[in-house]
């Protein structure tokens, strides 16, 4: 399913590309139904890479929790972001079957009106036969719903 999300930042691009890899703020943020497990990044200078790993705490829905069996629902996120460029890419998956329940979407960070613009243009897939395009429905709203407080609680870090 494709999803789109927008979000505006007062600070320039270099701050809020600093401010989304920083290991320090994802331990801070505070995601619904989400715990996080680990959090790592790296730079070779031009690029910045985050990598998060997820619990999710949350309820899952009968159809989800058969499809899981007894595993945990851990979801592994990789954000990678060209520092002079501003565009990037993000990608998750569930860790116990990436092939099942993944997605990709690019990331643009832009100078807008003396601040900054996030696009994140992408796909979710839930492979599963018959179930597959309900449940991306099911869980669109829900990661729109944490990329907003997560764009939400950078913006007011950076002002602070």
Known sequence: MHFTAEHRF??????VIAGLTDPAFHRDL???????????????????VLRLRYDFVGHL?????????NRRLTWAQE????????AGRLTFEAEADPSRLHGQ??????PDDGGTRRTVDGDLVVAV????????RRIVPGLLRRLDI???ALDRRIRT
Do not use: F, N, Y
């Open 10 to 15: 007062a600070a320039l691009v270099d701050a």
């Open 30 to 48: 505070q995601l619904p139904d989400m715990k996080l497990l680990d959090v790592d990044a790296e730079s070779d200078g031009a690029e910045t």
């Open 61 to 69: 829905d009968p159809l989800a929790r058969r499809l899981l069996g």
């Open 79 to 86: 954000l990678r972001l060209d520092r002079g460029s501003g």
């Open 105 to 110: 979407a690019d990331v643009t960070l832009k």
């Open 129 to 136: 036969p018959v179930v597959g395009a309900s449940a991306e």
């Open 150 to 152: 997560e764009a939400d």
